[in-house]
Structures are given as C-alpha cells and as structure tokens.
C-alpha cells in the first residue's frame, strides 16, 4: 500500500482537484440533453395522467347518476334496464367483470408458472447446450404470435381439442354436490376456462423469459459448491438454482399476470361475454373487463351505457397499475438479492 | 476406532493416497495439462505449487471429475484413489465427487441456507444418514473445521451473516461433513484476509491426521507452512501445457530443490 492510501482523505484537501474533476463544469450540450430527457419522460407521465383524467372524465356522468362506488358493489349488467332517470338499482354492476379478469388471469397463472419455470430450468440448465439457443428462441417466438391470431386457434383448434376432457370433468367432479359447483357443465366451448387457457399460453413466453434471466444470474460457484458435494443435475437446481430465483419468480409471475389482466381480444373469441351476472362454473361462459368494453362499445346506445363502460376501463387501468407495480417491486428486489 | 467417529466412512489408512498417471487436460483444443504424475499420500497435506495458469486447479478438477463438466473439456489418463480408479467407466462422476470434498478460491456457502443446513447439506444429498443424526454431523463437521464456537448460538441464521474467513471454514465444513476420504482445496484463502488465512491454515494442519488433503496455492509461504509434499508445476512458454516439474518433500522442494526452474520459482526469481 502506498503512503497516499493510508492518509487518502487528508491528501486531497491539501492538493484540491483538477478543475476538469470538480463538479458544476456544464457545456451546453449537457442541459440540452438534460432538457430532452425530462421531457420525454414527462410527456410519458403526462399521457398516463391524461389517460386516467379523461378516462373519469367520461365516466363521471355514469358515477354521478349511480353513486361513485356503486359498480363495484352491483353484479348485474343489463343496459337494457337502464333509463335515463331511474338510479337504483346501478343496471351496469361490473363485479362479474372483475371476477372473470381475475378468474381466467388466475386460471393462466395456475398453468403458465409451472410450465414456464420448467421450460426455463430445461434452458439454462437442462437441454444440452447446443439446443439452448434455439430452444430459447422458439419460447420468445412463441411471444411474437399475434394476440387475434391466438384467439382464432383457441377458438378453432384449441376448443374441439379441450372438449373431451372438460366434457369428462363436468359429468364426473361437475355432479359432486357443493364441490363440483365450479367445474359443473354445459361445457359450450368458450368459457372462463377456454380464455384461462388461452391466456396461459400467451403469457407463457414472457414468464419464461425472466425466468431464464434469473436462473441465468446463478453463481457459477455456488452451482459447482452442489455439483461437488455428488449432487445430480436435479438437486443442484433444486440447492443452487430455486432458492435463490425465488423472488425473481414471483416477479416473473406478475409480469405474465399483469399480461394477463390486460389482455382483450383473445380472450373476447374464447369466453363467451356472457355480461349479465357471475356464472359459477369456470366452464360456464363469461366476460371480463377488458371484453365487455372490446364487445360492447361500438353498441352502446342505452342511457349511461358508454359512460359506464367507461367506468370499466377507469377500474382496469388500477387494477393493471397496481398489478405492474407490484411485478417492478419485486422484480427489483429479487435481481438485487 | 470407529465408535469414537461419530462420522461414518472408511478409515483413512486402508486406503492408499491419490495416484495420478499421465493425466492430461484440454479445453477445447487446448492443451492445459500434460503428463502429470504425481502420488499424495494418505493422511498428508500436499500441496501443488506454480504460476498462475500453470494448470494447477484444472488437476485438481480432473481428481473429482468437475473438470468434464466444462464444455468441450476433456481428460487422458488414469486418477486413483484408494486404489479406485475414479475414471472407471462403471463409476458415475457423482458418486466420485460426493466421496471427495472440495473446498474453493471464494468461500461459496449456499446463500438463502442457513448455517446448520449448509454444514449438513452434503449429507443430505449422499442420504446415507438418519434424520436424528444430522444435528450430531453437523456438530462434529464445524468442531473440525474449528467454527463449533463461533457459530453454536447461531446456527439457524443464514450462512452469509458470517465473515469471509468463517464462510470458507463452513465451506470446510460442508465438503468434510460427509467424511471424504480426499480433501481438495483449490486456493481456499486466496479472498481471505491474513488472520482468516492463519485459521484456515491452523485447520488444514489439524485436519491432516484424518484426511488426506490436496491443497493448490500460489502462496508459497502458505505451502511451507501447511503441506507435508509440493508438487511445482509450471510452463514454459504462453499456450503451453502445463507439467509438474518436480515433486518432493516440502522441505527438500524449498530447501534443495533439484530442478533450476523450482529453484527459481521457490526463490522468487520468477513468476
């Protein structure tokens, strides 16, 4: 160590820096750029404000008329009952749209986190390595497949194919009293399941894909602790490679659920967009907030009908925000672990 | 003599030390090791000396079959131990690496594990053990590995709440725990500060009556101190392979070396 290390702080007040090093030097340059940069991330907050104030904005009407929380507390949306002064009750109850998000986004999770933590692990650390790349790809591509085009197969290819085995289900655990209530049928093809299916697929790319990055990010050192104390391929995973991609997981999970929540078009194919109320079998057809504004708003002529679809819009937009958020959290927190 | 060994395994005498016979290393296309022979007996430290790149851990890799794991690696030659030939077609790379205990450069504890499951962890994956003895492994693994004090109030917090020098004596502790016949360390205290650096040597040495240890260094002091033969091993020219230059007694290797280029090394003329 050289005698500038050890008295460090005490040599540098005594020869002050050179003046390039000291801070508050700007050329012009520098506050151009500075001044481009906060304006494109502030027109990026501008446009999500502005989304949220027009979005109440033409909701407002519908709130007012029917009391501000009384959508969220109503599962009855029957536009056809509504008129221009009746107020009670709130025609356009969207509690059924909120359970079909979260029921068909739960359904894809249930299926898609398992599958893509596997086909990330088969990745980074099970394929042999030359087909990592190209197996890696494929998941991404899987990514690149247009959201219509998903809902067409579901719809075409996928439906023909599930109907064996949901018809079984139904006829089977369906007839259980009490238990079988969620698995009961008529199975008519688009249902809360068909669309959780179809959603597991489409988020399955994206939940892989950050998987991979953090199975990735493990230590070489810490694989080669395992592998040296005679673990097999399997145990080294399950010793060096989980426990630590634990939390990066779960924000992988909520990315593909934040996905999930958003998604419309696909899902409008595959569920039905049965609006009246909640239908109790996950193989029963139903809406989701996101389908009720793709299927319904070009035809939304009764009193406080658009304004309230409106109001759906307002409250999907929390829920995705909220839902992002919390994926970003945790997601930030794993990678730094 | 076994009732007195809480650990199972076999005794450390039967056996013969680690033999290896013209055992030659590529990565790839490249040559990193060639001919190496060399004999570290039973229950003596032995250690592998040589400039950086010489091939040193890439030897000690081949002993416990991690070298292979490397894309595109590949080894010739024969590795015995204890008259086993760890090469043996018949023989599964694990079950070599589960019965010889590796200690690395960083101290490498399982992170999100705590400090009892990391010392027991080896036992788990061997399963040759009954639940109701691990605490009792445990026990004995980190009072080997001279970290029983330290750490008996605070077993169950994770292994990173502890210092550099006290992870690597639970790495120690880890690779020791399943009672390996061999110990290889691959410059266990080359991240460590000087006094973390004199425990694990104070262990090394207390530790050399029951394991047969094979310790790579680039510290010669280090070698001087812990180990009973030196192996040097060196290269001739950038891209060469490298040889075992000469092998012997520590004391004769840095008290008469034979060879000019040890010599040189040893004195600290070169490298």
Same mark, same amino acid.
């Given at each position: 160590m050289s005698p500038a290390s050890a008295g460090g702080i005490a040599a540098i007040e005594r020869h002050p820096l050179p003046i390039a090093l000291r801070?508050?030097?700007?050329?012009l340059g520098d506050s151009v750029f500075g001044a481009a940069v906060a304006l494109t991330g502030g027109v990026v907050l501008l446009v999500l404000a502005a989304m949220v104030v027009f979005l109440v904005l033409q909701g407002l009407p519908a709130m007012r008329h029917y009391g501000f929380f009384s959508s969220i507390t109503s599962q009855r949306w029957a536009?056809?009952?509504?008129?221009? !002064?009746?107020?009670?009750?709130?025609?356009?109850?969207?509690v059924q749209f909120i359970y079909g998000t979260v029921l068909t986004s739960l359904i894809g999770m249930v299926i898609a986190v398992p599958l893509a933590v596997g086909a990330a692990l088969v990745i980074t650390d099970v394929a042999p390595r030359r087909l990592r790349r190209p197996l890696s790809s494929l998941v991404d591509l899987l990514?690149?497949?247009p959201s219509v085009v998903y809902g067409f197969w579901g719809l075409f290819a996928l439906i023909p194919a599930i109907r064996p085995v949901v018809d079984f289900i139904t006829s089977t655990l369906g007839t259980v009293p009490v238990i079988g209530v969620p698995f009961g049928?008529?199975?008519?093809?688009?249902?809360y399941f068909t669309a959780g299916l179809v959603l597991a697929i489409m988020i399955l790319p994206i939940i892989a894909a950050v998987c991979r990055e953090v199975f990735r990010s493990t230590p070489r050192n810490e694989k080669e602790a395992a592998v040296a104390l005679g673990a097999t391929r399997w145990e080294m995973i399950r010793i060096a490679v989980l426990p630590r991609a634990r939390s990066g997981i779960v924000g992988a999970s909520l990315i593909g659920l934040g996905r999930a929540v958003g998604e419309t078009i696909a899902v409008t194919m595959v569920i039905?967009?049965?609006?009246l109320h909640i239908n109790p079998s996950i193989f029963d057809q139903g809406a989701t907030m996101s389908s009720v504004i793709a299927n319904e708003f070009t035809e939304? !002529?009764?009193?406080f009908h658009l304004e309230s679809l409106f109001v759906v819009g307002f409250w999907l937009l929390i829920v995705a925000l909220v839902v992002n958020m919390l994926a970003r959290v945790v997601v930030r927190r794993g990678v730094s672990l | 003599m076994f009732a007195a060994h809480p650990l199972p395994g076999? /005794?450390?005498?039967q056996v013969d030390g680690l033999s290896i016979d013209r055992l030659s290393a590529w990565f790839g296309r490249h040559k $990193?090791? /060639?001919?190496m022979r060399l004999r570290a007996p039973s229950r003596k430290v032995t250690a592998l000396i040589g400039?950086?790149?010489?091939?040193k851990s890439t030897v000690l890799r081949c002993v416990n079959r991690?070298? /292979?794991?490397? =894309?595109?690696a590949r080894v010739q030659g024969g590795v015995h131990f204890g008259g086993v030939d760890?090469?043996? =077609?018949?023989?599964?790379a694990g079950s070599v690496r589960s019965e010889i205990g590796m200690v690395f450069q960083r101290p490498n504890p399982?992170?999100?594990?705590?400090i009892y499951e990391n010392a027991i962890i080896g036992v788990r994956i061997a399963r040759?053990?009954?639940?109701?003895r691990l605490m009792e492994i445990a026990e004995t693994a980190l009072s080997r590995a001279q970290l029983w004090d330290e750490v008996k109030d605070r077993l169950?917090? =994770?292994? $990173?709440?502890?210092s550099g020098g006290q992870q690597q004596r639970l790495c120690i502790a880890r690779a020791i725990a399943v009672d390996p016949s061999l110990l290889l360390m691959d410059e =266990?205290?080359?991240?460590?500060?000087p006094i973390a650096t004199f425990k694990i040597e104070e262990l090394i040495r207390a530790i050399a009556d029951r394991y047969t240890v094979v310790i790579v260094t680039h510290n010669m002091h280090q070698a001087t101190r812990v180990s009973d033969y030196t192996g040097f091993m060196t290269i001739e020219n950038a891209g060469d392979p490298g040889r075992l230059v000469e092998f012997g007694a520590t004391t004769q290797i840095f008290g008469?070396? $034979?060879?000019p280029a040890t010599e040189a090394y040893v004195s600290g003329r070169v490298g």
């Open positions: 801070g508050e030097r700007r050329r536009p056809s009952e509504a008129s221009a !002064t009746l107020s009670t009750p709130n025609p356009y109850g969207i990514a690149a497949v049928g008529p199975f008519f093809g688009v249902s039905g967009n049965a609006v939304a !002529t009764e009193p | 076999r /005794e450390a005498d $990193v090791v /060639e001919d400039p950086s790149g010489c091939g991690m070298h /292979e794991l490397v =894309p595109g760890v090469y043996a =077609p018949d023989l599964d399982f992170p999100t594990k705590s040759t053990t009954p639940r109701g169950h917090k =994770p292994a $990173v709440s502890l =266990p205290c080359s991240a460590l500060d008469a070396p $034979v060879n």
